[in-house]
């Protein structure tokens, strides 16, 4: 008889199914993204019920069949219901699982992902830093996980790390004063510079440990608007509703 796994991981999407189930979207740390039904999760009496909800981090055990998965059984360590009390932190933790929902495929390993989402969601939910800044920085380590994110230590036109003043969307990446002058590109001041170099550079733990200006946070608004959705170019559904309700 096949024994049940026990996977360690977080709900990203849930679906009814039926009258009393639902398809959850699991990003393990095993086995990647996940698909599983939970039977009878929607009745209000069904151990699964919590465990079966969008944002629940823990241990998951399944059994696996031929072709899905069915959860059984579930421990979980953290629902993050702080950001339930909060329509804008909801909305936002939601872009996040939106996010890694479509990123992450099975049987692939996820486990930065993971660790970058987890961790997101609980600078989110404490309330530090600003709630913008860490959208900024999820994305930007977003593209340092799928290896897409721009050159923002050399020169992407002659490899030069001293006097970076413009970042150019066409080359990816910063360019010196001199290159600046033939290529063009948007002029960036050195805090900007730096708060990007730092969010690529730094550990997890750091990660969410700083605040910057509003002329930065203004600055790496434009500069993710245009990497991140250039890299990714799908219609997040969280974003319209974050931007109905945080206008």
Do not use: W
């Amino acid at each position: 008889m096949r024994e049940n796994l026990v996977l360690t991981g977080m709900v990203l999407h849930v679906m009814p199914m039926g009258e009393y189930d639902r398809r959850i979207t699991i990003l393990t740390k095993e086995r990647g993204k996940i698909t599983a039904f939970a039977r009878g999760a929607r009745r209000p009496t069904s151990q699964l019920l919590a465990a079966a909800s969008p944002f629940s981090f823990g241990e998951f055990e399944l059994f696996e069949g031929r072709s899905t998965y069915n959860l059984t059984k579930a421990a979980i360590s953290n629902y993050f219901r702080g950001l339930s009390e909060d329509p804008v932190r909801a909305c936002y933790g939601f872009y996040f699982l939106e996010i890694a929902d479509y990123l992450a495929q099975e049987n692939n390993d996820e486990k930065e992902l993971l660790k970058l989402l987890y961790q997101t969601l609980r600078a989110l939910e404490h309330g530090t830093p600003d709630m913008r800044l860490i959208r900024r920085v999820f994305e930007l380590r977003i593209l340092l996980i799928q290896g897409e994110y721009p050159n923002f230590f050399s020169c992407a036109g002659c490899g030069a790390k001293e006097e970076l003043s413009c970042f150019s969307e066409k080359k990816h990446g910063m360019l010196c004063a001199d290159c600046a002058e033939t290529e063009g590109g948007m002029p960036l001041d050195a805090s900007t510079l730096y708060t990007l170099q730092y969010i690529l550079s730094s550990k997890l733990a750091g990660l969410y440990t700083f605040a910057v200006s509003e002329a930065v946070q203004h600055m790496l608004e434009r500069i993710l608007d245009r990497c991140f959705f250039s890299q990714f170019p799908h219609e997040f559904h969280s974003l319209d509703i974050l931007a109905a309700i945080a206008g």
